[in-house]
C-alpha cells in the first residue's frame, strides 16, 4: 500500500489482484468502516461478492452512523456527522456508490449538487442569557500568550505528546478564549484528552480555521447519515451479493503468532446464542472493527432517564481478546476503562406542533422547514452548566418525518452536574427534563416552559458511556496500525486502529483505515489518496494566522520574537517580492 495524490491514480481502475478469485473476506460489524471496507474489496479488489461476510452484533448495519424511527420512542439520532471537501478517501468510495434517490447518480453527485445549492453556513453560533447572541462576532479572542501556546503545540513532535493530556499544554488564556469554546463545542474535546489529538486536528484542518465561527465550511447530507450514507453501501453491496449476517456477536479472532508471521486461523462467534466457529486459511482475509465510541449506548424516553450501561462492551472484550495475544495489536484498556472522561449525553427532540419551532425561527434566524439549512451546525450555549449544543439540519431528517414536525440533535458535554433550569445532571434526566433544559436556554417564558416540554415535543435522550474514548491520552502502540507488521491475512478497521496523519471522529478516518487495509492485504496497485497536505501550505498558514488574530496586523503583535523579527533589515526587503504579496494578501501587513 502507498499513498498517492493528484488526479493521475484518482480516476485510475486497478487491475484484479492476482489470486484474488481464492480469496474471501470475513468483516467483524457493519459499521461505516467495515462497509467502507467491503466496497472496496468488490470495486477496487474485485474480489466476488459472495465470498464476502459480514459479521454484525446488531439486527441492523450502520454502527455509530444510525438514524432511525422506533416505532414507541420516535426518531433517533445519537449523533451527527460533519464533512468537508477534503475527505479523499470517502469521496473516492462514494463517487462509485449509486443514490437509492435518484437513478444515474452517485451518492457523490448528489451530496455535491444539494451543497452547491444550498451551501452551509450558520446565522448564530453561540448564544447566552436565554437565547441572546452571545457576540462573538466571528472573532477568537486568543490572547497573545494563548496564540503562542496554539503555535507551539502546532510544531510538538507526536512523540512529544504521548500521554499528555491538552490541560498540560494550554494555560487559562486559551481556555477563556471563543476559540475553545468554537473548537470543543465542535469537535466534543475536554481539557482532559489527549494533547496529540488536539495538535493532529489543528493541523488536519488548518484549512478551516477560518471557519469556525460560522461553520461554512462544512458539509451535511440531505438526510440522516443512515438513510444518505448507509443504505446506499448496503444496496450497493447487496447488488453484489455480499453475504450479511446479523444478531452475530464475535468475541474472539485466534492468531497463530511465529517470529516473522501473523495469522489468523480462527473466528469465534456467537449465532443467536449459538457459538461457531469459522476455520481461516491465509486466503481468508479478517477485517476487524476493534473498539466502538456508541458500544453501550442507552436509550431513555420522555418520562425516563436512560439507564447507564458501564460494562465493557461487546467490542471493547474483543479486542481485549485479540489483544493479549500479542502487543501489536494494541491496548484496548487505554481507551475503555474511564467513563468518567470519555461519556456525554445527546437527546433527540422532535417538535410535536407549532409551538416551539417559532423559538428556533427567532435564534437560527432561518425558516426552519425551508427544507434548506436551518442553523448550519450546533448552536453552542456558553452559560450552560451542561455545555449544551444543539443542531437542526435540513428539515425533514428523516424520510418518514411528517412535514409539520422538526428533529432536533441536542447534546450536552458535562453530564454530571446540574442544570441551571433542571437542578438535576443530565445524565439522571427524563426526556422531558432535557428538554425543559433546552426550552430554557432558547428563552422560552419560564410559565411555558413545562407544558411545552410535555405537550408539544417528544424526546429521547441517549446516554454514551466511550463516546469520546480515542480522545484519551495514548502512546505510540495504544493503537494497533491498520495491518501490524507481519499480518498476513488481518487488518484493523475504524477510529481504534492507527493510520498517519489523519483524525479520529470522521468518516473520512473509518473509510481511510478501510481503504489501506483493503489495499495492503490484496496487494491492489492503486495508491491511497494522502491526507490533504493543509498544514504544509504556507498559503494556508498564513491565512489561519491572520483569521486567529481577529484583523490585528503582524506589527500590533508585541511578543519580543515577532517584533525582533519586523526590525531586522532583512524584513524590510521583502517589499516588492513574493513573500512580501502573500503577507499583504493575507492581512498580516
Same mark, same amino acid.
Given at each position: 500500500?502507498?499513498?498517492?495524490?493528484?488526479?493521475?491514480?484518482?480516476?485510475?481502475?486497478?487491475?484484479?489482484?492476482?489470486?484474488?478469485?481464492?480469496?474471501?473476506?470475513?468483516?467483524?460489524?457493519?459499521?461505516?468502516?467495515?462497509? &467502507?471496507?467491503?466496497?472496496? %474489496?468488490?470495486?477496487?479488489?474485485?474480489?466476488?461478492? !459472495?465470498?464476502? #461476510?459480514?459479521?454484525? /452484533? @446488531?439486527?441492523?448495519?450502520?454502527?455509530?452512523?444510525?438514524?432511525?424511527?422506533?416505532?414507541?420512542?420516535?426518531?433517533?439520532?445519537?449523533?451527527?456527522?460533519?464533512?468537508?471537501?477534503?475527505?479523499?478517501?470517502?469521496?473516492?468510495?462514494?463517487?462509485?456508490?449509486?443514490?437509492?434517490?435518484?437513478?444515474?447518480?452517485?451518492?457523490?453527485?448528489?451530496?455535491?449538487?444539494?451543497?452547491?445549492?444550498?451551501?452551509?453556513?450558520?446565522?448564530?453560533?453561540?448564544?447566552?442569557?436565554?437565547?441572546?447572541?452571545?457576540?462573538?462576532?466571528?472573532?477568537?479572542?486568543?490572547?497573545?500568550?494563548?496564540?503562542?501556546?496554539?503555535?507551539?503545540?502546532?510544531?510538538?513532535?507526536?512523540?512529544?505528546?504521548?500521554?499528555?493530556?491538552?490541560?498540560?499544554?494550554?494555560?487559562?488564556?486559551?481556555? &477563556?478564549?471563543?476559540?475553545? %469554546?468554537?473548537?470543543?463545542?465542535?469537535?466534543?474535546? !475536554?481539557?482532559? #484528552?489527549?494533547?496529540? /489529538? @488536539?495538535?493532529?486536528?489543528?493541523?488536519?484542518?488548518?484549512?478551516?480555521?477560518?471557519?469556525?465561527?460560522?461553520?461554512?465550511?462544512?458539509?451535511?447530507?440531505?438526510?440522516?447519515?443512515?438513510?444518505?450514507?448507509?443504505?446506499?453501501?448496503?444496496?450497493?453491496?447487496?447488488?453484489?451479493?455480499?453475504?450479511?449476517?446479523?444478531?452475530?456477536?464475535?468475541?474472539?479472532?485466534?492468531?497463530?503468532?511465529?517470529?516473522?508471521?501473523?495469522t489468523a486461523k480462527q473466528i469465534i462467534c456467537t449465532h443467536n446464542e449459538v457459538e461457531e466457529t469459522i476455520d481461516l486459511s491465509e486466503d481468508d482475509l479478517v477485517f476487524i472493527t476493534n473498539g466502538s465510541c456508541t458500544e453501550n449506548a442507552t436509550l431513555g424516553d420522555h418520562s425516563h432517564a436512560p439507564a447507564a450501561n458501564n460494562s465493557v462492551g461487546g467490542c471493547w472484550q474483543l479486542w481485549r481478546n485479540i489483544a493479549v495475544q500479542e502487543p501489536a495489536f494494541g491496548h484496548p484498556d487505554k481507551?475503555?476503562?474511564?467513563?468518567?472522561?470519555?461519556?456525554?449525553?445527546?437527546?433527540?427532540?422532535?417538535?410535536?406542533?407549532?409551538?416551539?419551532?417559532?423559538?428556533?425561527?427567532?435564534?437560527?434566524?432561518?425558516?426552519?422547514?425551508?427544507?434548506?439549512?436551518?442553523?448550519?451546525?450546533?448552536?453552542?450555549?456558553?452559560?450552560?452548566?451542561?455545555?449544551?449544543?444543539?443542531?437542526?439540519?435540513?428539515?425533514?431528517?428523516?424520510?418518514?418525518?411528517?412535514?409539520?414536525?422538526?428533529?432536533?440533535?441536542?447534546?450536552?458535554?458535562?453530564?454530571?452536574?446540574?442544570?441551571?433550569?433542571?437542578?438535576?445532571?443530565?445524565?439522571?434526566?427524563?426526556?422531558?427534563?432535557?428538554?425543559?433544559?433546552?426550552?430554557?436556554?432558547?428563552?422560552?417564558?419560564?410559565?411555558?416552559?413545562?407544558?411545552?416540554?410535555?405537550?408539544?415535543?417528544?424526546?429521547?435522550?441517549?446516554?454514551?458511556?466511550?463516546?469520546?474514548?480515542?480522545?484519551?491520552?495514548?502512546?505510540?502502540?495504544?493503537?494497533?496500525?491498520?495491518?501490524?507488521?507481519?499480518?498476513?491475512?488481518?487488518?484493523?478497521?475504524?477510529?481504534?486502529?492507527?493510520?498517519?496523519?489523519?483524525?479520529?471522529?470522521?468518516?473520512?478516518?473509518?473509510?481511510?483505515?478501510?481503504?489501506?487495509?483493503?489495499?495492503?492485504?490484496?496487494?491492489?496497485?492503486?495508491?491511497?489518496?494522502?491526507?490533504?497536505?493543509?498544514?504544509?501550505?504556507?498559503?494556508?498558514?498564513?491565512?489561519?494566522?491572520?483569521?486567529?488574530?481577529?484583523?490585528?496586523?503582524?506589527?500590533?503583535?508585541?511578543?519580543?520574537?515577532?517584533?525582533?523579527?519586523?526590525?531586522?533589515?532583512?524584513?524590510?526587503?521583502?517589499?516588492?517580492?513574493?513573500?512580501?504579496?502573500?503577507?499583504?494578501?493575507?492581512?498580516?501587513?
Open positions: 500500500m502507498y499513498y498517492s495524490s493528484g488526479n493521475y491514480e484518482a480516476f485510475a481502475r486497478p487491475e484484479k489482484p492476482a489470486g484474488v478469485d481464492n480469496k474471501s473476506a470475513y468483516l467483524v460489524g457493519s459499521g461505516l468502516a467495515s462497509l &467502507a471496507a467491503a466496497c472496496f %474489496l468488490v470495486r477496487d479488489g474485485q474480489m466476488k461478492g !459472495e465470498n464476502i #461476510h459480514i459479521l454484525e /452484533e @446488531m439486527s441492523l448495519p450502520g454502527g455509530a452512523c444510525d438514524g432511525i424511527k422506533d416505532s414507541q420512542k420516535g426518531f433517533i439520532i445519537r449523533g451527527g456527522r460533519e464533512m468537508e471537501s477534503h475527505f479523499e478517501c470517502l469521496w473516492d468510495l462514494f463517487r462509485s456508490i449509486p443514490s437509492i434517490e435518484t437513478e444515474g447518480i452517485s451518492v457523490l453527485d448528489e451530496y455535491y449538487w444539494l451543497n452547491k445549492k444550498d451551501p452551509n453556513y450558520s446565522l448564530m453560533r453561540v448564544i447566552q442569557n436565554r437565547g441572546e447572541d452571545a457576540q462573538t462576532n466571528g472573532t477568537f479572542g486568543l490572547s497573545e500568550t494563548a496564540s503562542m501556546e496554539i503555535i507551539k503545540l502546532f510544531m510538538t513532535r507526536d512523540e512529544d505528546l504521548y500521554d499528555i493530556k491538552i490541560n498540560e499544554v494550554f494555560t487559562e488564556d486559551f481556555f &477563556a478564549s471563543n476559540f475553545w %469554546l468554537y473548537w470543543r463545542t465542535m469537535f466534543a474535546f !475536554e481539557d482532559w #484528552h489527549s494533547a496529540l /489529538e @488536539m495538535k493532529l486536528y489543528v493541523q488536519r484542518f488548518i484549512h478551516h480555521i477560518g471557519g469556525l465561527p460560522d461553520f461554512s465550511t462544512l458539509k451535511f447530507t440531505k438526510y440522516n447519515q443512515y438513510e444518505s450514507l448507509i443504505q446506499p453501501m448496503v444496496k450497493y453491496l447487496e447488488s453484489h451479493h455480499v453475504h450479511f449476517q446479523y444478531n452475530t456477536t464475535v468475541t474472539n479472532v485466534i492468531f497463530d503468532i511465529t517470529e516473522d508471521k501473523k481507551f475503555c476503562t474511564n467513563i468518567e472522561e470519555t461519556n456525554w449525553e445527546s437527546a433527540t427532540v422532535t417538535t410535536l406542533d407549532d409551538k416551539i419551532p417559532k423559538y428556533i425561527e427567532k435564534i437560527c434566524k432561518r425558516d426552519p422547514f425551508s427544507g434548506k439549512v436551518v442553523t448550519g451546525g450546533i448552536i453552542s450555549i456558553k452559560d450552560s452548566k451542561w455545555l449544551m449544543s444543539y443542531t437542526l439540519n435540513r428539515q425533514p431528517h428523516f424520510k418518514e418525518q411528517p412535514k409539520d414536525q422538526l428533529v432536533v440533535w441536542v447534546y450536552g458535554l458535562f453530564t454530571d452536574v446540574p442544570g441551571d433550569y433542571i437542578k438535576k445532571p443530565m445524565k439522571e434526566c427524563t426526556g422531558q427534563e432535557i428538554t425543559e433544559e433546552w426550552l430554557y436556554h432558547m428563552g422560552v417564558p419560564e410559565n411555558e416552559i413545562s407544558e411545552l416540554a410535555a405537550n408539544s415535543a417528544r424526546c429521547v435522550p441517549c446516554m454514551m458511556p466511550y463516546i469520546t474514548a480515542f480522545f484519551m491520552p495514548r502512546t505510540q502502540g495504544d493503537r494497533p496500525k491498520v495491518v501490524p507488521e507481519g499480518c498476513v491475512n488481518a487488518a484493523f478497521l475504524g477510529q481504534f486502529a492507527d493510520t498517519v496523519r489523519d483524525t479520529v471522529f470522521t468518516t473520512e478516518y473509518s473509510v481511510r483505515t478501510a481503504m489501506e487495509a483493503v489495499y495492503t492485504l490484496l496487494n491492489v496497485d492503486r495508491g491511497v489518496p494522502e491526507v490533504f497536505g493543509s498544514c504544509y501550505d504556507i498559503r494556508v498558514l498564513l491565512d489561519s494566522t491572520a483569521k486567529m488574530m481577529d484583523g490585528k496586523k503582524l506589527a500590533d503583535i508585541q511578543h519580543p520574537l515577532v517584533q525582533n523579527l519586523l526590525t531586522r533589515p532583512e524584513f524590510k526587503m521583502i517589499s516588492g517580492t513574493v513573500i512580501g504579496e502573500l503577507l499583504t494578501k493575507y492581512n498580516l501587513i
